[in-house]
Nanobody
Framework: QVQLVESGGGLVQAGGSVRLSCAAS????????MGWFRQAPGKEREFVAA????????SVAGAVKGRFTISRDNAKNTAYLQMNSLKVEDMAVYYC????????????????WGQGTQVTVSS
């Protein structure tokens, strides 16, 4: 099992940018596909983006396409989510997740989760 710790959340104005990091430990990071999910109050957890183990393939949800970019650095055991042109509706707790297989947009398919980091977007 790999342990995941998110960081980089905080308060940002609408239109601003934030980069989230997900640091992994306790496992071989490069064998895991990684995903980012978010959950706003009163809503279900939703898929944001995913990246395969070698960073050769990515997937981004339609709601954030063109604004968010997922990446990873296997040498640093870290995945990233660059969020640009933030909107109030992007405000949520953001979670990273890992699975030792092909990434998916289904949260229940991931068995390793971080504790989440809050992103607050002010108008």
């Amino acid at each position: 099992q790999v342990q995941l710790v998110e960081s980089g959340g905080g308060l940002v104005q609408a239109g601003g940018s934030v980069r989230l990091s997900c640091a992994a430990s306790g496992g071989t990071f490069s064998i895991y596909d990684m995903g980012w999910f978010r959950q706003a109050p009163g809503k279900e957890r939703e898929f944001v983006a995913a990246i395969n183990w070698s960073a050769s393939r990515t997937s981004v949800a339609g709601a954030v396409k063109g604004r968010f970019t997922i990446s990873r650095d296997n040498a640093k055991n870290t995945a990233y989510l660059q969020m640009n042109s933030l909107k109030v509706e992007d405000m949520a707790v953001y979670y990273c997740a890992a699975r030792p297989g092909s990434y998916t947009s289904l949260a229940e398919m991931y068995n390793n989760w971080g504790q989440g980091t809050q992103v607050t977007v002010s108008s």
